[in-house]
């Protein structure tokens, strides 16, 4: 079965540090999401890519994220500095023609 | 303001009884309603969806009902087994709206046997 592939699993930094998480979608995937999950809450979206095309990136805190998708394939989300309230996981998924997403297994970033 | 709204935060069932999970929506233009599952430290995987001509879609152990009028969806699973201890997530989008999906902040589910 295809999968997003995320990377790393966990990731732990000290703040104002910078740090970058890394996402491969299903093949043949046009639509790509980073979304972030603090405990207890669901999902939010971060930023969402249409091929290499920024789609929505409303709710990116752009002082300090950024995020790219340079071919259109994989990307990269970047934090830097980091802040202790960015603690959370961090989830990537891409969307085909059907209505869901699939969702890599995400990166817990601690933050200290 | 939230746009999906699951208001239990837990559930507790015994294994072989029936776990209902409910979601309360307030935007009419959703249209597309799913369920994701996810266990501690990894992503949330899609359980079950429904579309908003239908008002039930049935999957093996897992059913959606989908109340319009209502604004509400609710997930049964019966029977209920151990390894349903998760949390579920609600999720919708709405044409238009580039198909982002907008979640709950999710119910954990514990069975216990």
């Known amino acids: 079965e295809a999968e997003v592939a995320q990377s790393p699993r966990y990731k732990i930094t000290e703040k104002s540090q910078a740090v970058a998480f890394w996402c491969d979608p299903i093949s043949g995937h046009a639509t790509l999401y980073w979304y972030r999950q603090i405990l207890g809450q669901g999902p939010e979206l971060l930023v969402q890519?249409?091929?290499?095309?920024?789609?929505?990136d409303s709710q990116l805190p752009k002082d300090r994220f950024s995020a790219e998708r340079l071919k259109g394939v994989d990307s990269t989300l970047k934090i830097q500095p980091a802040e202790l309230g960015d603690s959370a996981m961090y989830l990537c998924?891409?969307?085909?023609?059907?209505?869901?997403?699939?969702f890599g297994s995400g990166t817990r970033l601690t933050v200290v | 303001d939230q746009q999906v709204k699951q208001n239990s935060p837990s559930l507790s069932v015994q294994e072989g009884r029936i776990s209902i999970l409910n979601c309360d929506y307030t935007?009419?233009?959703?249209?597309?309603f799913l369920w994701y599952k996810k266990y501690p430290a990894e992503g949330p995987t899609f359980l079950i969806s429904i579309s908003s001509i239908k008002d039930k879609n049935e999957d093996g152990r897992f059913t959606v009902f989908l109340n319009k009028s209502a604004k509400h969806l609710s997930l049964h699973i019966v029977p209920s087994q151990p390894g349903d201890s998760a949390v579920y997530f609600c999720a919708a989008s709405a044409a238009g709206s580039a198909r982002q999906l907008t979640f709950g902040s999710g119910t954990q589910l514990t069975v216990l046997p």
């Open positions: 998924a891409s969307k085909g023609l059907a209505y869901g997403y699939t």
């Open positions: 890519f249409q091929d290499e095309s920024v789609v929505d």
């Open positions: 935007n009419s233009m959703f249209d597309y």
